[in-house]
Nanobody, 125 residues
Framework: QVQLVESGGGLVQAGGSLRLSCAAS????????MGWFRQAPGKERKFVAR????????TYGDSVKGRFTISRDNAKNTMYLQMGSLKPEDTAVYYC??????????????????WGQGTQVTVSS
């Protein structure tokens, strides 16, 4: 399994921006569909965004569309999540995840077999 390490979390005021990074240990990084998920206290883990192995295709959860941008740099084995117009309801632990396989129109959280340890994002009002 690929090892994933998130970074970039922190405390930010509402309306602010933050960029998360996810570094992967596998040099076959470009073969993975990558995703971001988040989990607020007492709530289930939810989908945020995902990106195809080449970076051409992306999908976003409804609550972050137009505010967040997912990207990847396969030369650096790293994925990013640029978050803007942050809201208090964006507060959560953010996890990156990997699926070694082709891009599919529909994917579930269970399709992602490798996970990072998470990074806390707190948005103050």
């Amino acid at each position: 399994q690929v090892q994933l390490v998130e970074s970039g979390g922190g405390l930010v005021q509402a309306g602010g921006s933050l960029r998360l990074s996810c570094a992967a240990s596998d040099d076959a990084f470009s073969a993975y569909v990558m995703g971001w998920f988040r989990q607020a206290p007492g709530k289930e883990r939810k989908f945020v965004a995902r990106i195809s192995p080449s970076g051409i295709y992306t999908t976003y959860g409804d609550s972050v569309k137009g505010r967040f941008t997912i990207s990847r740099d396969n030369a650096k084995n790293t994925m990013y999540l640029q978050m803007g117009s942050l809201k208090p309801e964006d507060t959560a632990v953010y996890y990156c995840a990997a699926n070694r396989g082709p891009w599919r129109l529909f994917m579930q959280i269970a399709d992602f077999g490798s996970w990072g340890q998470g990074t806390q994002v707190t948005v103050s009002s």
